[in-house]
């Protein structure tokens, strides 16, 4: 049972560049997110899904692009990379409202020079 | 947006003492959720509270859902070097799907 599967592990883009983060379930949860860490802040919410098809903004949406067209799948798409988005991204999912806690990904190291 | 306040930021302790570290909202939550996060890994689900004044043990880590519902504490006792890492908190409100709002983190490193 592989949980939440997360590629690349690390990722370096030049400014402007796009790229799209890959996230994947195989615990049929219909909830999963999006979430950045940076240094002191914590886990900040970018997108969430509550099932295919319906997806919806969170705390740092800008920038950031998400579908849901199947309930394993749910990719975080960066539209034109900048500095600020150097950051540590997780993807998580929960069968239920997440009350009863995320499961995680391993995370994605993105660096934008 | 809001983030929970977590305190001490960082801590060094010794192998053997106990850990002490808190979680504080502005508003109330109904499910309080403790993880933890390795070095270079995604965080780690470790107690879940359900219910105000609850008290909830998984081997040595004890946590509690405060009265209020505006904060949360989780105890380690007798540390162990694999305890080191980063310790979050985070709150859930029935009827907000699936946001959980996260702690800023509490750093623990226990010294031999």
């Known amino acids: 049972n592989a949980g939440v599967t997360q590629t690349p592990k690390f990722q370096v883009l030049k400014t402007g560049q796009s790229m799209t983060l890959q996230c994947a379930q195989d615990m049929n949860h219909e909830y999963m997110s999006w979430y950045r860490q940076d240094p002191g802040m914590g886990l900040r919410l970018i997108h969430y899904?509550?099932?295919?098809?319906?997806?919806d903004q969170g705390e740092v949406p800008n920038g950031y692009n998400v579908s849901r067209s199947t309930t394993e799948d749910f990719p975080l798409r960066l539209l034109s990379a900048a500095p600020s988005q150097t950051s540590v991204y997780f993807c998580?999912?929960?069968?239920?409202?997440?009350?009863?806690?995320?499961?995680f990904g391993s995370g994605t190291r993105l660096t934008v020079v | 947006g809001q983030q929970l306040n977590q305190s001490p930021q960082s801590m060094f302790i010794q192998e053997g003492e106990d850990v002490s570290m808190n979680c504080t909202s502005s508003s109330i939550f109904n499910t309080w959720l403790w993880y933890k996060q390795d070095p270079g890994e995604g965080p780690v689900l470790l107690i879940a509270l359900y219910k105000a004044g609850e008290l909830t043990s998984n081997g040595r880590l004890t946590a509690q859902f405060g009265i209020t519902r505006k904060d949360s504490f989780l105890n380690i006792s007798a540390s162990i070097p694999s305890d080191v890492g980063i310790y979050f908190c985070a709150g859930h409100n029935t009827g907000t799907a699936s946001k959980l709002t996260f702690g800023t983190g509490t750093r623990l490193q226990v010294t031999l």
């Open positions: 998580a999912s929960s069968r239920t409202t997440g009350r009863a806690g995320y499961t």
């Open positions: 899904s509550v099932g295919a098809g319906i997806t």
